[in-house]
């Protein structure tokens, strides 16, 4: 059942979670974050309180200067985790991240309801099944341009780049170069990650 966005807001006001953001942005913004209400990890600097409205966010991403990405998480899962404690700690990528990307975390199980780029509305749960082909956590889909364009094609031909599936380090960290770096317009990831894995010689 879709949660409804006045349930969201009046869940949000309860803020048990916003006690463990607190204590994560005391361990500075790149620590392991805490862990939600429903079991996420969460980084003080994902964006808090979304209505899951994709277009908005996209918007708000363009107005901020940053790229958009939607990171796909669920309880329990151990490279989740390993994400959170061994990647986002490393402070050149959660410097990269952060300085360059507007991150919304939804939940491969959730029942809160996300609009997509097309203004259909399902449950996070339904999202992603709609729009990962293998449903595994972590996922990260970097989304680019305008709504109303990237609404018109297929939900699986909508991201510019998608990681399903925990990368190495160095994929993880070039990954996210290659969208800042607007590559995906001129090369496709594999030939981008090639390229920069023969310079590391």
Same mark, same amino acid.
């Given at each position: 059942?879709?949660?409804?966005?006045?349930? $969201?807001?009046?869940?949000?006001?309860?803020?048990?979670?916003?006690?463990?953001?607190?204590?994560?942005?005391?361990?500075?913004?790149?620590?392991?974050?805490?862990?939600?209400?429903?079991?996420?990890?969460?980084? =003080?600097?994902?964006?808090?309180?979304?209505?899951?409205?994709?277009?908005?966010?996209?918007?708000?991403?363009?107005?901020?200067?940053?790229?958009?990405?939607?990171?796909?998480?669920?309880?329990?899962?151990?490279?989740?985790?390993?994400?959170?404690?061994?990647?986002?700690?490393?402070?050149?990528?959660?410097?990269?991240?952060?300085?360059?990307?507007?991150? $919304?975390?939804?939940? $491969?199980?959730?029942?809160?309801?996300?609009?997509?780029?097309?203004?259909?509305?399902?449950?996070?749960?339904?999202?992603?099944?709609?729009?990962?082909?293998?449903?595994?956590?972590?996922?990260?889909?970097?989304?680019?341009?305008?709504?109303?364009?990237?609404?018109?094609?297929?939900?699986?031909?909508?991201?510019?780049?998608?990681?399903?599936? $925990?990368?190495?380090?160095?994929?993880?960290?070039?990954?996210?170069?290659?969208?800042?770096?607007?590559?995906?317009?001129?090369?496709?990831? =594999?030939?981008?990650?090639?390229?920069?894995?023969?310079?590391?010689?």
């Amino acid at each position: 059942m879709i949660m409804n966005r006045r349930v $969201l807001l009046a869940s949000l006001a309860a803020m048990p979670l916003m006690s463990g953001l607190a204590r994560a942005a005391q361990d500075g913004p790149c620590g392991k974050g805490t862990l939600n209400e429903d079991g996420l990890h969460v980084q =003080p600097w994902f964006v808090q309180g979304s209505f899951l409205d994709l277009a908005e966010e996209l918007a708000e991403a363009r107005k901020e200067g940053k790229h958009f990405v939607v990171v796909v998480e669920q309880k329990g899962c151990p490279y989740c985790k390993e994400m959170h404690e061994k990647y986002f700690t490393q402070k050149d990528i959660c410097d990269l991240i952060r300085n360059n990307f507007r991150v $919304l975390q939804i939940d $491969l199980r959730g029942a809160r309801e996300v609009t997509d780029f097309d203004g259909s509305t399902m449950t996070e749960k339904e999202w992603a099944k709609k729009h990962l082909k293998l449903g595994f956590t972590p996922s990260l889909l970097f989304f680019a341009g305008d709504a109303a364009e990237i609404a018109g094609k297929p939900p699986r031909e909508r991201a510019v780049a998608v990681m399903e599936g $925990l990368y190495n380090p160095y994929d993880f960290r070039i990954l996210f170069k290659y969208v800042k770096e607007d590559a995906f317009k001129t090369k496709k990831w =594999p030939d981008y990650r090639r390229e920069q894995w023969s310079k590391q010689g």
